[in-house]
T-cell receptor, first 114, second 114 residues
Framework: GDSVTQMEGPVTLSEEAFLTINCTYT??????LFWYVQYPGEGLQLLLK?????DKGSNKGFEATYRKETTSFHLEKGSVQVSDSAVYFC?????????????FGTGTRLTVIP | NAGVTQTPKFQVLKTGQSMTLQCAQD?????MSWYRQDPGMGLRLIHY???????DQGEVPNGYNVSRSTTEDFPLRLLSAAPSQTSVYFC?????????????FGPGTRLTVT
């Protein structure tokens, strides 16, 4: 079945450090891929998405590229800020007729220290 | 525009008690879903609905019931609470229109079963 494997956390970085959070997926066909972010005490928010191979999603300085050959969708940011401290979830949705449910990875907690 | 709202925010139940978690959205979304979030397990889909009168099971439906009598509301019922149902519960909704990718999450309900 469909699944998402995400880099184990937690991750602690100093402000302005480079961030990579790895995500790989297993799915039949060509799923859409997402990164969601959960700030403390809140629900999840969509951070970025990519709907086909080689697409690059970007938002708030974060980027991720849909790599079909390596079934990956790694999240990157060149210079993290304290305000980026949150839990990050990789997710996929297999676009087919029907419900198109989201499948989530286990989440990676990022803490950025000043 | 309130988005997705959930009540209550916190709840403590004794084993065997029943209760209903409320979820409502004001975006006229056809699709609604319930997830539970547990440490190290990410979000797992409990039940979902693609429209009023239509519901289906997700990955972990046992011990939970849902109904969808209106587009706006999607309550989750725990019939006989068990300690294994201690978790944070999130409701989400999205449009099912072409190109509609973003899923909107409520703020969550933290449930403890003793």
């Amino acid at each position: 079945g469909d699944s998402v494997t995400q880099m184990e956390g937690p991750v602690t970085l100093s402000e302005e450090a480079f961030l990579t959070i790895n995500c790989t997926y297993t799915a039949t066909g060509y799923p859409s891929l997402f990164w969601y972010v959960q700030y403390p005490g809140e629900g999840l928010q969509l951070l970025l998405k990519a709907t086909k191979a080689d697409d690059k999603g970007s938002n708030k300085g974060f980027e991720a590229t849909y790599r079909k050959e390596t079934t990956s969708f790694h999240l990157e940011k060149g210079s993290v800020q304290v305000s980026d401290s949150a839990v990050y979830f990789c997710a996929l949705r297999r676009d087919k007729s029907g419900a198109n449910n989201l499948f989530f990875g286990t989440g990676t907690r990022l803490t950025v220290i000043p | 525009n309130a988005g997705v709202t959930q009540t209550p925010k916190f709840q403590v139940l004794k084993t065997g008690q029943s209760m209903t978690l409320q979820c409502a959205q004001d975006m006229n979304h056809e699709y609604m879903s319930w997830y539970r979030q547990d440490p190290g397990m990410g979000l797992r889909l409990i039940h979902y609905s693609v429209g009023a009168g239509i519901t289906d099971q997700g990955e972990v439906p046992n011990g939970y019931n849902v109904s969808r009598s209106t587009t706006e509301d999607f309550p989750l019922r725990l019939l006989s609470a068990a300690p294994s149902q201690t978790s944070v519960y999130f409701c989400a909704s999205r449009s099912t229109g072409a190109g509609a990718y973003e899923q909107y999450f409520g703020p969550g309900t933290r449930l403890t079963v003793t």
